[in-house]
């Protein structure tokens, strides 16, 4: 499975695929946390060009490929690459891609970017998010965070919060989960920010059951996992932007007043809209799941690069 391939969409993602990678990420997890190391990408190159800002993602998919004996090659910044002289992303790709890296890694902020970068280039591309579409191993993570705390997928209750509309890792959670029996998904958002109509088609077509809300408070008690995202900045107008900041936010004493509170998840950064006071509830599972983006990136890796 996926041995050569491009990672572009979540849609690629089947049940199966998704229990084999969780599996093996297990198995991975449990060699690093007993102090042992795997060497099995000693002579392959990782190359990763980051378009658009990126902490987490870049640093996990670099960690990871170090980690199992590989090297990396990073892009840099904009302004020290021949970009900066106005070179297209899209030339910038077919010359690294003919150096032969064995995977390339591309985040850039226009929708499709990624499957063009995999037109483009010979090696496989990992979509690390391509504008407001996907994010792809972002959805790994956070699937493989939720099966780590409750033991499987299937069943789950999960409330994804905030820009519906503009965050990559909505789509691709949606798509994600949507393989998996009985899963419910309540969508927590202001009127304005509720996901865009592809995906609520798909899930449509997958026979998913979702609902609407607008307020946390109507649903809270009946989750099991909270997913916030922060509003997407540079994804909107200024005015958009100030209209809504502000309009959902997640604090220690606004859950203190529920009787049962969900599994608290997000993809990072957070900014306003969860508060570090939140960081103490035995719930808040956020840099936990930030940590289970390396093992499941190292799984990936390994099953993309066939070693
Ligand atoms: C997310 C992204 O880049 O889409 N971050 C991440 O990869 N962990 C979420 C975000 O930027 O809001």
Redesign the pocket.
């Known amino acids: 499975m996926y041995k050569g391939a491009d990672i572009i969409s979540a849609l690629q993602f089947t049940r199966s695929d998704i229990e084999r990678l969780i599996n093996y990420a297990e198995e991975i997890r449990c060699i690093y946390e007993r102090g042992n190391r795997l060497n099995v990408a000693k002579g392959k190159v990782m190359f990763t060009a980051f378009f658009e800002p990126?902490t987490?993602?870049r640093l996990s998919f670099q960690f990871a490929m170090i980690k199992l004996g590989g090297a990396i090659i990073d892009l840099g910044p904009e302004e020290v690459t021949s970009m900066a002289k106005g070179e297209s992303p899209e030339d910038t790709l077919r010359t690294v891609d003919s150096y032969e890296p064995d995977i390339i890694v591309v985040r850039h902020k226009e929708p499709g970017f990624a499957a063009k970068a995999a037109q483009i280039c010979k090696t496989p591309v990992i979509n690390a998010?391509d504008g407001y579409n996907e994010?792809p191993t972002?959805a790994l993570l956070d699937v493989y965070t939720m099966w780590r705390f409750f033991g499987h997928i299937d069943g789950l209750v999960v409330g994804l919060m905030g820009d519906l509309k503009y965050?990559?890792?909505i789509s691709s959670l949606s798509y994600t989960l949507s393989n998996f029996r009985d899963i419910s998904i309540y969508f927590i958002s202001p009127r304005e920010l509720k996901p865009r109509e592809e995906v609520l088609k798909t899930l449509d077509q997958r026979r998913i059951h979702y609902e609407f809300y607008e307020k946390p408070e109507d649903i809270l008690e009946r989750l099991d996992v909270l997913y916030v995202?922060?509003l997407?900045k540079e994804r909107m107008s200024l005015e958009e932007y100030e209209r809504l900041k502000g309009s959902y936010m997640i604090t220690y004493d606004y859950l203190k007043k529920f009787k049962k509170i969900p599994i608290i998840l997000h993809?990072?950064?957070r900014v306003w809209e969860l508060t570090p006071d939140v960081d103490i509830l035995p719930q808040a599972l956020y840099f936990e799941q930030a940590k289970n983006g390396l093992y499941i990136r190292m799984a990936l890796i390994r099953t993309i690069l066939g070693v």
């Open positions: 990126s987490r993602t998010g994010h972002q965050s990559r890792t995202t922060r997407q993809p990072l950064p």
